[in-house]
Nanobody, 116 residues
Framework: QVQLAESGGGLVQPGGSLRLSCAGSRSIFSNYAMAWYRQAPGKQRELVASITNTGSTNYADFVKGRFTISRDNAANTMYLQMNSLIPEDTAVYYC??????????WGRGTQVTVSS
């Protein structure tokens, strides 16, 4: 079974920071745009940020100026630096390709909870 593995989530207070990591295989990462997604309870999965193989980034409006996506192609790893966290950021965060193949590569996600 081939999948991505997210880590780095946890419980933080509003205004705090977390750095999420996404580890995968070369076959998943190589030459593909990647993305972070999140899903809150009872809500639909939404795109948070994406990054091309060459480092071009896009962010959802609700995280601009607060989150930074990056990747290390040699290590087949992607990161999401999350600053100035707010309760609305509470969700399970997943990584995958920016262009998702339905049913493919989803990991277990990592829980981010922002609460005082």
């Amino acid at each position: 079974q081939v999948q991505l593995a997210e880590s780095g989530g946890g419980l933080v207070q509003p205004g705090g920071s977390l750095r999420l990591s996404c580890a995968g295989s070369r076959s998943i990462f190589s030459n593909y745009a990647m993305a972070w997604y999140r899903q809150a309870p009872g809500k639909q999965r939404e795109l948070v940020a994406s990054i091309t193989n060459t480092g071009s980034t896009n962010y959802a409006d609700f995280v601009k100026g607060r989150f930074t996506i990056s990747r290390d192609n040699a290590a087949n790893t992607m990161y999401l630096q999350m600053n100035s966290l707010i309760p609305e950021d509470t969700a399970v965060y997943y990584c995958n390709r920016a262009v998702v193949i339905v049913g493919r590569y989803w990991g277990r996600g990592t829980q981010v909870t922002v609460s005082s």
